[in-house]
């Protein structure tokens, strides 16, 4: 087990539920990141199988030596567990000035499970908005969607290019919708895809040292704003969300939550207390 330093944060879990991505720029050194892209260009990263374990993966290549940096380590396993499958991998290079982007996606199937992949995408140099990065919709991971089926929409209100500097990682939920931007600059883009499945219940994986006092045991309303509350967390907003201040998915996270914390009474105001009330059901019994 990784020192718990380096494990995620309660907000950090929370912020993942809610938006359904956590981002860390410039982590990986940059003697790495030109140690992998070196690697990418001689062919020489290869996955394994679906179903291997992780550990057991990348055995001699640089990419392992990513996986087993300790800030790295400390997100899997706050996310999946220690020892997570190896689902699949891919590097994505675009092609200098590319004629093309890839349609809006998930890189999944209609999957309700409350269980989740988590895919790590790593960003092995600077990548300038001209050179189109991973587009990614926050928050748009509980809208379960098959795969490819939203390709015809080319742009959401509050989407994000993944603009960052070398050695930048995004950790995703595997529902989030995204795609691959166009590619304008004379350069070959390059980014890094793994995808891992959990061996074990995802239940308070992270560091829960400040999962008490972080528990959104306040009332957040009457104008109240704590960042370090976890129903305000929760209760923020996407600028894509309907009128109704995102309802919807503000109901899919506190699930999402209760799932991670094993707490069935968390809930955000009375949002999904109000859905579970029924005495039609309880009465009868
Ligand atoms: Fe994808």
Not at 93 to 113: C, F, K, L, W, Y
Not at 219 to 231: H, L, T, V
Request: overall charge negative; hydrophobic content about 35%; some cysteine.
């Amino acid at each position: 087990m990784i020192d718990k330093k380096y494990l995620l944060s309660s907000k950090q879990m929370a912020e993942f539920v809610a938006r359904g991505f956590l981002r860390f720029d410039e982590l990986v050194p940059t003697e790495l990141n030109q140690k992998i892209m070196a690697e990418i260009d001689a062919g020489g990263i290869k996955g394994e199988t679906a179903g291997t374990p992780l550990s057991q993966c990348y055995k001699g290549s640089s990419i392992r030596t990513l996986l087993d940096m300790p800030e790295i380590q400390g997100m899997i396993q706050s996310l999946v567990g220690e020892n997570p499958l190896f689902d699949h991998d891919a590097i994505h290079v675009r092609e200098p000035n590319q004629g093309a982007a890839q349609g809006m996606h998930a890189d999944s199937i209609i999957d309700t499970r409350m269980d989740f992949d988590i895919q790590i995408m790593y960003f092995p140099h600077d990548i300038p908005l001209e050179m189109g990065g991973t587009l990614l919709l926050p928050g748009s991971q509980y809208r379960k969607v098959n795969e490819m089926d939203i390709a015809r929409y080319q742009n959401f209100l509050g989407q994000i290019p993944m603009v960052c500097k070398a050695g930048s990682i995004l950790i995703l939920h595997h529902g989030i919708w995204h795609c691959g931007r166009q590619n304008q600059t004379n350069q070959r883009r390059y980014m890094f895809k793994v995808r891992l499945n959990p061996q074990v219940r995802q239940l308070r994986l992270w560091n829960t040292d400040d999962l008490e006092t972080a528990k959104g045991a306040r009332e957040i309303f009457a104008g109240q704003k704590d960042e370090n509350d976890i129903q305000y967390i929760l209760s923020k907003s996407e600028p894509w969300f309907e009128d109704a201040s995102g309802r919807l998915e503000i109901v899919n996270r506190i699930k999402q939550w209760r799932f991670l914390t094993g707490d069935d009474s968390f809930d955000v105001h009375y949002w999904l207390s109000r859905l579970e009330n029924r005495p039609s059901v309880s009465q009868s019994a």
